[in-house]
């Protein structure tokens, strides 16, 4: 069935460190990825998004790199801050029967920042 | 823009009793709106998709009956849990997609403690 998984269910960096945060999906057929964080006891908060007609996107401080060769998913966040502490979710866009669209989300990674 | 509210942020229930969770869009029309439920350190988990002026879709494995939907505006949707049992107990999220746009924005989340 379609999944969306992480390779790393906890990260640990130290403050300042580049984070990197992976996940594999399984639909290659999905066209639309976006990456969440959530913080505890709120909901989801967009990142970044990237279709499946890119590589690469760039945010502020924030990159998104999509590999469809091996439906691979990673997240960057340059010089990370003890703000970015949260959980990280990929997710991606299915397209159901009826021409709507569904988000697929996969188990998340907590990251950790060290002062 | 693109403001999602909740109401209530929390509640506690007695078993048995009927609980109903408002989602409002602030500052779009939302045609379709999206109800999740997130156990704790888990992912979140599509229950139903709710559509503005007809029937929910729900995901398989949940229970039309329980879980009511009604999305009887472009800015509305409520979800009701009739008769709420502990196991019921969980963090309801609700996402909403603007009119023509692949992204959801999501609310804050509704925590549910069924006593």
């Given at each position: 069935?379609?999944?969306?998984?992480?390779?790393?269910?906890?990260?640990?960096?130290?403050?300042?460190?580049?984070?990197?945060i992976n996940c594999a999906y399984s639909n290659s057929a999905s066209?639309?990825?976006?990456?969440?964080?959530?913080?505890?006891?709120?909901?989801?908060?967009f990142i970044i998004d990237i279709r499946s007609n890119m590589d690469?996107?760039?945010?502020?401080?924030?990159?998104?790199?999509?590999?469809?060769?091996?439906?691979?998913?990673?997240?960057?966040?340059?010089?990370?801050?003890?703000?970015?502490?949260?959980?990280?979710?990929?997710?991606?866009?299915?397209?159901?029967?009826?021409?709507?669209?569904?988000?697929?989300?996969?188990?998340?990674?907590?990251?950790?920042?060290?002062? | 823009?693109?403001?999602?509210?909740?109401?209530?942020?929390?509640?506690?229930?007695?078993?048995?009793?009927?609980?109903?969770?408002?989602?409002?869009?602030?500052?779009?029309?939302?045609?379709?709106?999206?109800?999740?439920?997130?156990?704790?350190?888990?992912?979140?988990?599509?229950?139903?998709?709710?559509?503005?002026?007809?029937?929910?879709?729900?995901?398989?494995?949940?229970?039309?009956?329980?879980?009511?939907?009604?999305?009887?505006?472009?800015?509305?949707?409520?979800?009701?849990?009739?008769?709420?049992?502990?196991?019921?107990?969980?963090?309801?999220?609700?996402?909403?997609?603007?009119?023509?746009?692949?992204?959801?924005?999501?609310?804050?989340?509704?925590?549910?403690?069924?006593?």
């Open positions: 069935g379609e999944s969306v998984g992480l390779h790393l269910p906890t990260l640990s960096v130290q403050e300042g460190d580049n984070s990197i066209d639309y990825f976006i990456w969440y964080k959530q913080e505890s006891g709120k909901g989801p908060q690469k996107r760039q945010g502020q401080r924030v990159t998104v790199l999509l590999n469809k060769t091996v439906k691979h998913l990673s997240l960057q966040i340059a010089a990370t801050q003890p703000g970015d502490s949260a959980v990280y979710f990929c997710a991606e866009n299915d397209r159901v029967m009826d021409s709507s669209y569904k988000l697929i989300f996969g188990s998340g990674t907590r990251l950790l920042v060290r002062p | 823009g693109a403001v999602v509210s909740q109401h209530p942020s929390r509640v506690i229930c007695k078993s048995g009793t009927s609980v109903k969770i408002e989602c409002r869009s602030l500052d779009f029309q939302a045609t379709t709106m999206f109800w999740y439920r997130q156990f704790p350190k888990k992912s979140l988990m599509l229950m139903a998709t709710s559509n503005e002026g007809s029937k929910a879709t729900y995901e398989q494995g949940v229970e039309k009956d329980k879980f009511l939907i009604n999305h009887a505006s472009l800015t509305l949707s409520t979800l009701t849990v009739t008769s709420a049992h502990p196991e019921d107990s969980s963090f309801y999220i609700c996402s909403a997609r603007p009119t023509g746009g692949p992204w959801q924005y999501f609310g804050p989340g509704t925590r549910l403690t069924v006593l």
